[in-house]
C-alpha cells in the first residue's frame, strides 16, 4: 500500500495522515498507548488522521448525519471505510474518538503538525491553528512510514504577539495561559467568545485555511457545552 491511497481521505478533508511503526515509537509514547489499548501484540503501527482547512467541514454538512457529534462520526466512519477497503480484516483498534484520553498534541508534535500557542491550540506554519486530530488508532498494517514535518514554530518569530493583545479576558498576559480567566469570560453573559475565540482569529498564520464560521461556531459552542455540563457537575453555575 502507498501514501497515495490516502487520496480517498483527503477528498473529504482528512488530509492530515501520519503512521508510525510502534517499534520506532519511544517507550514513554508505547507505554501510554499500552495503558489505553492493553496489549500491543496485534498491532504494528499508529496511524494518526487529521484534518487541515475547511474541506472536512463541507463534506461533513454534505452527509447530513443525525448525531450530535457529525465531525467524529464522519472522520470515524470514513477512516473505518479506508481502512477495511485496503487491509480487509487487519486488526485495527480504534484509539481516538473513544472512551480514554488520548494526549493528541503529543501525538500531533511526533508527526511535525503541533507547536504550542498562547492559547494552547496547537499551530504550525502550514495551517497556522486550523487542523485537528480526527482519528488514532493501532492497525496491524504496513504503510510505509510517514516523515515528521520539519516545521518551526510560527510563535517563535511573531513579534506583535496579535493572539495576546486581542483576548478580551486577558487569559495570555502572563508568562502561562489561564484557563480559569479564560473560562470565567467565555461562561459570562455578551462574552464574545462563546461560540469563537478571538485570539485564534486574530492569528495571522494559516488564514488562507481558515475553518468556516459555521465549523468554528460548533466546535466553540460544542467546548462551551462541556465546560458548562462539568460546572453543572460540580454545583457551580
Ligand atoms: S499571533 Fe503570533 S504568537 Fe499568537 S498564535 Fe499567532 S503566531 Fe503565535
Ligand atoms: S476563547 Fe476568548 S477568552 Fe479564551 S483565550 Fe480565546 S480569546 Fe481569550
Redesign the pocket.
Known amino acids: 500500500m502507498s501514501e497515495k491511497s490516502f487520496g480517498e481521505l483527503d477528498v473529504v478533508g482528512l488530509n492530515l495522515q501520519a503512521v508510525f511503526d510502534l517499534a520506532q515509537l519511544a517507550d514513554d509514547i508505547v507505554a501510554r498507548l499500552r495503558r489505553i489499548a492493553g496489549d500491543l501484540a496485534p498491532y504494528r503501527q499508529l496511524i494518526l488522521i487529521g484534518n487541515a482547512g475547511p474541506a472536512l467541514w463541507r463534506a461533513v454538512d454534505i452527509a447530513r448525519l443525525k448525531t450530535d457529534d457529525p465531525i467524529d462520526e464522519f472522520s470515524a466512519r470514513a477512516v473505518a471505510g479506508w481502512f477495511s477497503r485496503h487491509h480487509g480484516d487487519a486488526a485495527r483498534m480504534q484509539l481516538y474518538p473513544g472512551a480514554a484520553a488520548v494526549d493528541l498534541q503529543a501525538l500531533g508534535a511526533l508527526a511535525g503538525w503541533h507547536h504550542p ?2 492559547f494552547k491550540v496547537g ?1 504550525n506554519d502550514r495551517f497556522g491553528t486550523w487542523f485537528a486530530y480526527r482519528v488514532a488508532m493501532l492497525a496491524d498494517s504496513r504503510i510505509p512510514p510517514t516523515r515528521p514535518w520539519a516545521s518551526a514554530s ?2 517563535t518569530a ?1 513579534t506583535t ?4 493583545e486581542a483576548c478580551p479576558a486577558k487569559a495570555l498576559s502572563s508568562e502561562t495561559f489561564s484557563l480559569d480567566a479564560c473560562i470565567e469570560y467565555r461562561r459570562s453573559d455578551g462574552s464574545r467568545c462563546s461560540a469563537t475565540c478571538i485570539s485564534r482569529l ?4 494559516g488564514q488562507t485555511h481558515r475553518y468556516d464560521e459555521a465549523q468554528i461556531r460548533h466546535g466553540y459552542a460544542n467546548s462551551l457545552r462541556m465546560i458548562e455540563k462539568y460546572a453543572a457537575g460540580r454545583g457551580n453555575r
Open positions: 500557542s498562547p499551530i510560527p510563535c511573531c504577539l496579535p493572539c495576546i486574530q492569528c495571522p498564520v
